[in-house]
């Protein structure tokens, strides 16, 4: 399985950004997909996650801001982030887990400024 995130950039606090990541690799419904994130000096944060259901969960930080969805057909997920704040700032990385092993996109670089 392979993951291709984008959508990150340079937004002013306050201003929205959509990320995507496409999983690859495999024509089954992934069980489980994430977003976690680590800005320069933290460890990696898991930001929100989504079930095959579509069942979803949100770090305390993310909830009310961050949507996460699914497009189940085209294994693609997507993080709807509004009222961004300057400690977003950070790499935000997609997660699957499939077939009982845990996979990683590259990353894609989030800046929000003040």
């Known amino acids: 399985v392979q993951l291709q995130a984008s959508g990150g950039g340079l937004v002013q606090a306050g201003g929205s950004l959509r990320l995507s990541c496409e999983a690859s690799?495999?024509?089954?419904?992934?069980?489980?997909m994430a977003w976690h994130r680590q800005a320069p000096g933290k460890e990696r944060e898991l930001v929100a996650a989504?079930?095959?259901?579509?069942?979803?969960n949100y770090a305390n930080s993310a909830k009310g801001r961050f949507t996460m969805s699914r497009d189940n057909a085209k294994n693609i997920v997507s993080l709807q982030m509004n009222s961004l704040e300057v400690e977003d700032t950070a790499v935000y990385y997609c997660?699957?887990?499939?077939?009982?092993?845990?996979?990683w996109g590259q990353g894609t670089l989030v800046t929000v400024s003040s």
């Open positions: 690799g495999t024509t089954d419904s992934i069980v489980f």
């Open positions: 997660k699957a887990i499939y077939d009982g092993n845990v996979y």
């Open positions: 989504i079930t095959r259901y579509g069942s979803t």
